[in-house]
């Protein structure tokens, strides 16, 4: 152990650009995960039959607005021109995702131009929040009919929401919906305001074995950092990619997470496109995903019969699980910063990184913009 300059727990995208940009400044870096692949939560694979491309923890997007991001990613892999989009299925039809203008008209079967259906849904949303006397908004209901009225409130968000949290909208913040969720144009892009959009040709595990190919890095799969850390030097810098709650045997509780579950087959009844959300409460998974339309650089693969679909079920956390989601509070983020300052007195030389680290919602970009920052820090560059 005493050869390595930095020992990183976890191989997702936060470890790998870490470890990698380590070892372009010269330092010797272990790269250890628990599972038996790298890339964590992006792994990928290609399904032998079919060459459809899965997406093992649900379909990953690459998307950022941060050319510093997407000059450094874009080293590792080419990138096809997929742009996402997103339907929802409310009482057997589909409506495009975030609400639009074609989503408006079709739910309130009218033909609006969009300063027309702007005032409408002013309207809307002045009569019900007036019907239910909401005046400061206190929680993600009240703001949601505040912003668009019950109709579309109820149709889109409410029964969506509320199966991903397993709770009623009533006790979720109101902050989560902070921006007005409706575009008054026909924009049906799902990321509107990304600069860099697209899947890596190869798949995502192969982008990330590109990132950690240097000599400098050597890597272990199917380690815990449990099994090692008995026989690290007292000054071994770690990188902690894990969940800061489970590496201190939830001595202060188990903070609050949200997990997810995946049914996947393969079928001849694909869903026609990459993602349809479920917005209806008696349909009890959240998203279903199509993978092989993210392909779209190989036209063979998706026009063949085969799918694979995966449909995708939130579920509450448990001890040992997989946690995907932090739950964002001021009770969770008080707990996290008290898990923090445990971290600093029994592991002085421990960093905490990733999205289970940093107890945050991170998309790609913010995870390897985080970790750009660190190996920033690390190696004075
Ligand atoms: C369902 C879903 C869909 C998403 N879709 C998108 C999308 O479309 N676009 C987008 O940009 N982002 C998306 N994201 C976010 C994206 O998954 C994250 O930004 C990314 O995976 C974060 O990488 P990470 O390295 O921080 O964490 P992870 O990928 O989770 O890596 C952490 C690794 O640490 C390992 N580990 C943990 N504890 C230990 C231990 N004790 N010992 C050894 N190893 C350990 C884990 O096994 C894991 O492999 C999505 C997230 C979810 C949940």
């Keep these: 152990m005493k050869k390595y300059d930095y020992i990183v727990v976890g191989a997702g995208i936060f470890g790998a650009t870490v470890a990698e940009r380590l070892a372009n400044a010269g330092l010797k870096t272990l790269v250890i995960d628990r599972r038996e692949h790298l890339a964590g939560n992006i792994y990928s694979y290609a399904d032998a039959e079919t ?9 990953h997007i690459f998307h950022t607005e941060i050319d510093e991001v997407w000059d450094y990613i874009a080293r590792f892999s080419e990138f096809n021109d997929y742009v996402h989009t997103v339907n929802t299925r409310h009482k057997g039809k589909l409506y495009p995702m975030p609400i639009n203008l074609d989503t408006i008209n079709m739910l309130y079967g009218m033909d609006m131009s969009a300063e027309e259906a702007k005032e409408f849904v002013a309207e809307e949303a002045k009569r019900d929040s007036k019907k239910y006397g909401i005046e400061m908004p206190q929680n993600f209901e009240e703001k949601g009919i505040s912003l668009v009225g019950e109709k579309l409130y109820t149709a889109f968000l409410k029964n969506y929401t509320e199966k991903q949290w397993n709770t009623s909208a009533r006790n979720l913040s109101a902050e989560i919906l902070n921006r007005i969720p409706v575009r008054f144009s026909h924009d049906n892009r799902y990321f509107m305001t990304a600069k860099h959009q697209g899947i890596p040709k190869n798949g995502y595990t192969k ?17 815990d950092f449990k099994d090692i850390e008995n026989g690290l030097p007292n000054n071994a810098r770690v990188i902690y990619c894990g969940q800061v709650d489970e590496l201190l045997n939830y001595e202060l509780g188990v903070l609050p997470w949200r997990s997810l579950r995946f049914e996947e087959e393969k079928t001849e009844e694909g869903l026609g496109e990459a993602v349809i959300n479920e917005a209806d409460k008696e349909v009890p998974y959240t998203r279903a995903h199509d993978y092989k339309f993210y392909q779209i650089h190989q036209p063979e693969v998706i026009k063949q019969k085969a799918s694979i679909v995966a449909r995708e079920y939130p579920a ?7 946690a995907y989601y932090p739950v964002n509070n001021k009770e969770s983020a008080e707990l996290y910063e008290k898990y923090v300052d445990l971290v600093k007195v029994k592991y002085p030389n421990m960093i905490l990184g990733g999205r289970l680290g940093a107890y945050q919602y991170w998309d790609m970009d913010k995870a390897i913009k985080n970790a750009l920052d660190l190996a920033k820090e690390l190696t004075n560059k």
């Design 51 to 59: 060459g459809i491309e899965v997406h093992k923890y649900g379909s």
């Design 207 to 223: 982008m990330v074995e590109k990132m950690l190919e240097a000599d400098a890095i050597e890597i272990r799969l199917g380690v």
């Design 316 to 322: 509450d956390f448990k001890k040992g699980g997989e």
